[in-house]
Nanobody
Framework: QVQVVESGGGLVQPGGSLRLSCRASGFTFSAYSFNWYHQAPGKEREFVAAINSGGATAYEDSVLGRFTISRDDIRNTVSLEMNSLKPEDTGVYYC????????????????WGQGTEVTVSS
């Protein structure tokens, strides 16, 4: 059974830091790419960061230089280190287990966690 579980959210002051974690199980973790998404209050879910099975990363422009995505294939965990947090970073952060690709052939997993809430406020 595939499970994706986020943790690490909370209340932080502007300029502060948080580290979100995503623990996944039920599949070959190391073969899959993962994404983090952010859903601000009243808005749609938006892409934040991605990491593929080889460790290559991509970021949405507004978090570039502030957020860092990483993975630990031993602990089956993907992390999102968030620094210099702004009030607009407030919302629910979701971990998404995406796909495993071999050449041009990909196996889509498309599994989401329940989200972890981040509030950036003084």
């Amino acid at each position: 059974q595939v499970q994706v579980v986020e943790s690490g959210g909370g209340l932080v002051q502007p300029g502060g830091s948080l580290r979100l974690s995503c623990r996944a199980s039920g599949f070959t973790f190391s073969a899959y790419s993962f994404n983090w998404y952010h859903q601000a209050p009243g808005k749609e879910r938006e892409f934040v960061a991605a990491i593929n099975s080889g460790g290559a990363t991509a970021y949405e422009d507004s978090v570039l230089g502030r957020f860092t995505i990483s993975r630990d294939d031993i602990r089956n965990t993907v992390s999102l280190e968030m620094n210099s947090l702004k009030p607009e970073d407030t919302g629910v952060y979701y971990c998404h287990a995406d796909r495993a690709c071999s050449g041009s052939v990909c196996e889509i997993l498309d599994s989401w966690g329940q989200g972890t809430e981040v509030t950036v406020s003084s």
